[in-house]
């Protein structure tokens, strides 16, 4: 399998050699600059200044076309963004070389320097924030937001924490020091190692043939960083000697090559798919703020462990000691802090999510259970009723035979009326097993609930007062006399609640549901019109609660077989693509809150 894996990789570097137009470009470009360095076309001088910057520029420009190239085709979101960040990582890198080209050599000073390490930093901060993206596993980010932005912070502080440390506090305390250009290179050389770990830590754990290749190359791309900043690093430092106009300027066109071949083998035919234990291992530990934390704490440390290095030795003069311990205080604090406050966002996320992922479990099994209930409702409603609608003829019949004086004329009335109730009986476990949607037209709320009021205040009584507010934007598609069977189903049961009498409030509106405040509902996002159905009556039991949708269960636990109850309205606001949430507490009352898809109101 790693010999398969290994072709399939060497193959396509060999097709982006042979085949691809802008890796020949690159290649052309190239053999065109060696010839400059090879035939002297040049004076020493004008080949100096031309190997300081605009050497490179044709290189980078081309890794630039390379990482635009295409980018619209990606499909997935999270792919397309983590590779818009290398794109403009390469603009932020050809930014600085052509402002680099353009300032005269005469007009060149201190604050330059400092402004050319800055800019740099634009290059490298798009890096590490695409690091901290994970392309491989797009789905499994969906919901990682707020982690993302807790790992860029951490990187900003990072990053300037390191430019503070190698720029900041040399220009301040020993401006000389600095224009050696040697704490330029550590900065650099620093960075380089930074995003050479991020890169193999992807290629080593990401799980897919595909992106352990365009890792690796990426991971290959901070390596050539690093030597040729370290190269520089030696030269600063005294160890080596590097003539200015050398061949050896032909090196800094390794880094922007491989990333050429990065941007261009994400095209590459190589398998995508990512190992099942990883990406479940993945989504099981995506949202941990340990990991998080470690990451930022991580990040803290490496200042101390740097500090302690460089100056054990001696690479920097003493004078500087106190003004990098500052910097290296004020990293500690900062990043750590950062991990403080990373570990209570995510830990109150994650339970959050743990908590939402619950409750739609339990609405998933509660769910199957009415499935189960609704199906067996469907077979019984099908068995008795065509025998209950002969009996129904057969009671018609034997009232019009019956005189109006005859002693079986009354048995026979009470009969038909007995076959009614059943006949309504089964209709209603119909409307359980969803099988009648009814004749659904667009309906609004509050101009239903108001025609529903009298039929309302008949069912609860004079001990009951009713009290309605109606809000705009509550239309929804539904047959009105499903709507009926529901209202009086709610009112009964609030009846029941308040056999001393109380208050029953009815509102309409309309709601949006976002995506987090849809998930536990196990709803879709979007607008919703709205009916809520509160009473002041005792409340409902916890034990009762979980059954309250249930066919012949009650909200009472003391009556277990009240007929249908709440199955009716439950099956009926389901069958319309809504949901029903109950919150109540004992002593105060119970509140029914029904969503249903909105439409726009009829004109």
């Known amino acids: 399998m790693a010999k398969r894996a290994a072709a399939l990789v060497e193959s396509a570097f060999v097709r982006l050699f042979l085949h691809d137009t802008l890796v020949q470009l690159y290649l052309g470009v190239l053999a065109a600059e060696a010839v400059i360095y090879s035939v002297p076309l040049m004076d020493p001088g004008t080949l100096t200044a031309f190997g300081a910057s605009p050497f490179e520029i044709p290189f980078v420009a081309t890794a630039a076309m390379a990482g635009f190239y ?13 590779w818009t960040h290398l794109a403009y990582a390469m603009v932020f890198w050809l930014a600085t070389l052509v402002w680099i080209s353009l300032v005269p050599a005469k007009d060149w000073s201190r604050s330059h320097d400092v402004l050319v390490d800055a800019s740099y930093l634009f290059f490298y901060s798009p890096i590490l924030f695409a690091l901290e993206r994970k392309p491989h596993l797009p789905r499994a980010e969906r919901q990682r937001d707020t982690e993302r932005q807790l790992r860029w912070a951490g990187v900003t502080l990072l990053v300037v ?24 290179s550590l900065l650099f050389v ?9 890169a193999t830590w992807r290629a080593w754990s990401c799980g897919s043939l595909r992106w352990r290749a365009l890792y690796g190359t990426l991971a290959a791309a901070g390596v050539s960083l690093a030597a040729t900043d370290g190269l520089d690093l030696a030269r600063d430092a005294g160890f080596l000697v590097l003539r200015n106009g050398a061949a050896t300027d032909l090196i800094w066109a390794i880094p922007p090559m491989l990333f050429v071949l990065a941007f261009r083998l994400r095209e590459a035919d190589l398998p995508r798919t990512v190992d099942d234990d990883v990406r479940d291992r993945d989504a099981r530990r995506s949202l941990d703020p340990v990991r998080v934390g470690s990451f930022l704490v991580a990040s803290a440390l490496a200042f101390p462990l740097v500090h302690f290095v460089l100056h054990t030795a001696q690479v920097f003069h003493e004078n500087l000691a106190p003004g ?15 991990a403080g406050v990373a570990y209570r966002v995510l830990e109150r996320q994650r339970v959050a999510d743990e908590r939402a992922r619950a409750s739609l479990e339990a609405r998933l099994r509660e769910a199957r259970k009415l499935e189960a209930v609704s199906r067996l409702a469907g077979v019984v409603a099908d068995e008795f009723t065509p025998p209950l609608q002969v009996l129904s003829a057969f009671a018609d019949r034997a009232l019009d035979a019956l005189a109006a004086g005859d002693p079986l004329r009354n048995d026979a009335q009470r009969a038909s009326e007995q076959i009614l109730r059943m006949v309504e009986f089964t209709r209603n476990l119909a409307a359980v097993s969803r099988q009648q949607r009814g004749r659904p037209i667009r309906v609004d709320l509050a101009i239903a609930v108001s025609d529903a009021l009298p039929s309302l205040r008949d069912a609860l009584g004079p001990s009951v007062r009713i009290e309605c507010t109606p809000g705009p934007g509550a239309a929804t598609v539904i047959d009105p006399a499903h709507l009926r069977v529901m209202l009086l189903d709610l009112a ?8 001393a009498g109380g208050r029953l ?3 309409t509106g309309a709601v949006v549901l976002d995506a987090e405040t849809a998930f536990p509902l196990a709803m879709r996002p979007g607008r919703y019109a709205r009916l809520a159905v509160s009473d002041t009556g005792d409340g409902i039991p916890n034990e009762a609660l979980a059954h309250i949708f249930e066919p012949f269960g009650s909200t009472k636990s003391d009556e277990p077989t009240a007929g249908l109850g709440l199955a009716t309205l439950y099956a009926i606001v389901s069958q319309h693509g809504g949901c029903v ?3 109540t507490k004992i002593g105060e009352g119970t509140s029914f809150e029904i969503l249903l898809p909105a439409v726009q109101a009829a004109l």
């Open 161 to 184: 924490g390191w430019f503070a440390y190698f720029v900041v506090v040399p220009v301040l305390l020993d401006p000389a020091t600095f224009s050696t250009s040697l704490t330029s």
């Open 505 to 507: 409030r009815i509102d």
């Open 581 to 583: 949430n109950v919150s």
């Open 190 to 198: 620093t960075i380089d190692i930074a995003v050479v770990i991020r």
């Open 70 to 82: 295409g980018l619209r085709r990606i499909p997935e979101r999270e792919e397309r963004l983590f």
């Open 324 to 338: 990098h311990r500052l910097v290296v205080l004020v990293a500690l604090v900062a990043l750590a802090s950062l």
């Open 492 to 499: 009964t049961n609030a009846r029941d609640a308040m056999p």
